[in-house]
């Protein structure tokens, strides 16, 4: 698959010959950490970047990681230290991770010089430093200084230009690393070149945030099935009776605008007919059923209702490709949880390329247990979101050219 026609045709660590340099390793360890243990709740992140530092110690580079960690809002805080992230990585590589005690100071500059051919450390939480956020030249000089080549490996920060996502790029050769590439290979396969017809699913709580991506994929999509809180808008724009739902009364243009370019362009923009509401915000709120239109005062609509999920599921059945963004109600309470299931389950079940971006939706496909059966989830969400909306993404402009 090639990244080319959404204008990212990019080079990848491949593409270069990274044997006897020093690599600076933008990854993205800001991994999750249990507040009682103090310890990593999820090593994913870590084992996801595994296969790139893998192939650049096997090719004979000296490795210099780095990567932001939480909001130390630019100093240093041990419990923002990224030496924790050293001791896993040491464990899943089955050898030494020396841990730089700054990020550009003097340890790191002396340990990074020192380092050979085939070894790794890993630099300090680049947040640690206020001009890291703000793409400061000179930080990223210093930065990029340590090394001969720079390899962007995470994703979830490519929506952001800072000095190690963009700013480094400006002094050294740029490339991909594996997971960057693959993210590259299939969301942007999907919106520039799909297997039809393109079904996109959009759901979450706010239309404001989903505006932008329901825009751009009106322009490249087959069908459009929107569920979750962002429905109601569309219903109560056009008159419908929404009870306490969702909605964003400043977004009715915006909402009208989407059916009426729908409409032009030949787009199936699919609804939810029907809606499984409550009497307020909770679990054990009296799920009731109702056209979502016809949704009574003092009723919240949670989640979509079993026509809806006819329709939707049949709709996806039918697709040659699926992006998914965003669950159909409120999935974290298991009496509003069918509607995000059962698209889950369609999805899985279907025969098409599907590609769910990260955040809500990649948490319902793991809950649901068909993660396996997903072509590509996401590691980043805002960036999925950005890339999806036609967005350029300075993390990605910024590599070489293929
Ligand atoms: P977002 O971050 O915009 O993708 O929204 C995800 C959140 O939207 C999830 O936590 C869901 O619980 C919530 N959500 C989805 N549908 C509804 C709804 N009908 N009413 C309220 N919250 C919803």
Redesign the pocket.
Known sequence: MSSNATGYNKKSVTDIDVGGKRVLLRCDFNVPIDKETGKIRDEGRIVAALPTIEYLLKNNAAVIACSHFGRPKGEFKPEFSLAIVAESLSKHLGKPVIMAKDVIGEDAVKKSSELKPGEIMLLENTRFHSEEEKNDPEFAKKLADMADIYVSDAFGSVHRAHASTEGVSHYLPAVSGFLLKKELDYIGGAISDPKRPLVAIL????VS??LGVISNLLKISDAIII??????TFFKAEGGKIGN??CEDDEFASVLKCKEEAKTRGVKLLLPAD?VAGTE?SNDSGPKTFKSNEIPDGM????IGPEAISEFTKEIAGAGTIVW?????????SN?AEG?RAVANAVAASNAISIIGG???AAAVRKFGVEDKITHISTG?GASLEFMEGKTLPGIACLLDA
């Not at 759901?203 to 706010?206: E, L, S």
């Open positions: 759901g979450g709580a706010k945030d989903k569920g979750g809180g962002m429905a109601y739902s969702l809606s915000f919240m609509a949670m989640d963004n965003g669950p159909m109600g409120v999935f974290e309470f509003y995000t955040g809500d939706s969400g």
